[in-house]
């Protein structure tokens, strides 16, 4: 039962009351920007470890839904295995379309860079992480250096970045939300993550569900992660079969940790530098 429960709001409210309250401390609603929407938190391990790695995480909801507050239990995790988490709210679609969603994105990858060390965390392993719709704007940041450049920063200052089920190639548009937010049939086509895959991008983590029944697995997470190997990239991939493409990102939280190994894939990978 707890699987369909994750499809609603209720079922991130299942997770986060399961969430540990011993192994973070977290600061909450903290502006990276001037809107509503551009808010995030910051998670940090109980015990402090110096000069931790930093994850920026960003929700999925087709560009149109999510609120940071129901991922404590994506920040509990990362911050439970000595990492520092910012989990960040955008505006979202109707109210804003491509590339609003990117710019704010940048902004608060801007500000988890200029604020790492007010947290403990380390500016030079900064990792931008992302599941379904986040995970579009994670790998958008990483490749396609537009979004980074207007905030002064460059995809080279990233350590890594880490995709969970994200759509990186997806024209034509036929989801409803996703044609309003990306104003379909006018999306340009560098739009798309995979277009901009090349060698000067950074090593990567790309995690899926085998049946992934939202977000085409082989066409996304597999072409992305064979178009950075044949550019000479370091990338991880894998996909599981234990999973959905939402509880693929729900096996982070402690009560369903055994269904899939990503959140020690995850904090593997981000350990692995420096």
Same mark, same amino acid.
């Given at each position: 039962?707890?699987?369909?429960?994750?499809?609603?709001?209720?079922? /991130?409210?299942?997770?986060?009351?399961?969430?540990?309250?011993?192994?973070?401390?977290? %600061?909450?609603?903290?502006?990276?920007?001037?809107?509503?929407?551009?808010?995030?938190?910051?998670?940090?391990?109980?015990?402090?470890?110096?000069?931790?790695?930093?994850?920026?995480?960003?929700?999925?909801?087709?560009?149109?839904?999510?609120?940071? /507050?129901?991922?404590?239990? %994506?920040?509990?995790?990362?911050?439970?295995?000595?990492?520092?988490?910012?989990?960040?709210?955008?505006?979202?679609?109707?109210?804003?379309?491509?590339?609003?969603?990117?710019?704010?994105?940048?902004?608060?990858?801007?500000?988890?860079?200029?604020?790492?060390?007010?947290?403990?965390?380390?500016?030079?392993?900064?990792?931008?992480?992302?599941?379904?719709?986040?995970?579009?704007?994670? /790998?958008?940041?990483?490749?396609?250096?537009?979004?980074?450049?207007?905030?002064?920063?460059?995809?080279?200052?990233?350590?890594?970045?880490?995709?969970?089920?994200?759509?990186?190639?997806?024209?034509?548009?036929?989801?409803?939300?996703?044609?309003?937010?990306?104003?379909?049939?006018?999306?340009? /086509?560098?739009?798309?993550?995979?277009?901009?895959?090349?060698?000067?991008?950074?090593?990567?983590?790309?995690?899926?569900?085998?049946?992934?029944?939202?977000?085409?697995?082989?066409?996304?997470?597999?072409?992305?992660?064979?178009?950075?190997?044949?550019?000479?990239?370091?990338?991880?991939?894998?996909?599981?079969?234990?999973?959905?493409?939402?509880?693929?990102?729900?096996?982070?939280?402690?009560?369903?940790?055994?269904?899939?190994?990503?959140?020690?894939?995850?904090?593997?990978?981000?350990?692995?530098?420096?």
């Amino acid at each position: 039962m707890l699987p369909a429960l994750l499809t609603a709001c209720s079922g /991130a409210d299942l997770l986060n009351a399961t969430v540990p309250t011993d192994t973070y401390q977290a %600061v909450d609603g903290l502006a990276y920007g001037v809107e509503q929407r551009q808010r995030l938190d910051v998670y940090r391990p109980a015990k402090q470890v110096a000069q931790a790695p930093l994850v920026v995480f960003f929700y999925g909801g087709s560009w149109s839904s999510g609120e940071r /507050a129901d991922y404590r239990f %994506v920040g509990e995790a990362l911050a439970s295995r000595g990492i520092v988490a910012v989990v960040a709210d955008y505006r979202l679609s109707p109210a804003v379309r491509y590339p609003v969603f990117l710019q704010d994105s940048a902004h608060a990858l801007r500000w988890a860079f200029d604020h790492a060390a007010d947290y403990g965390a380390d500016p030079a392993r900064v990792f931008v992480m992302g599941h379904s719709a986040g995970a579009y704007n994670a /790998a958008m940041l990483a490749l396609d250096k537009r979004w980074l450049e207007a905030v002064d920063l460059t995809p080279s200052r990233l350590a890594g970045w880490i995709g969970l089920a994200g759509p990186y190639d997806f024209l034509p548009i036929g989801d409803a939300q996703t044609r309003v937010a990306f104003s379909w049939p006018d999306t340009p /086509a560098d739009s798309q993550p995979l277009v901009h895959a090349s060698a000067a991008s950074p090593r990567a983590l790309l995690l899926a569900a085998e049946h992934d029944t939202v977000v085409n697995p082989q066409r996304s997470t597999v072409a992305m992660a064979g178009r950075l190997k044949a550019s000479g990239v370091q990338v991880e991939s894998a996909l599981y079969d234990s999973v959905s493409h939402v509880t693929l990102l729900a096996s982070m939280a402690s009560v369903l940790r055994g269904r899939a190994p990503v959140l020690q894939r995850v904090s593997d990978f981000v350990r692995s530098v420096g």
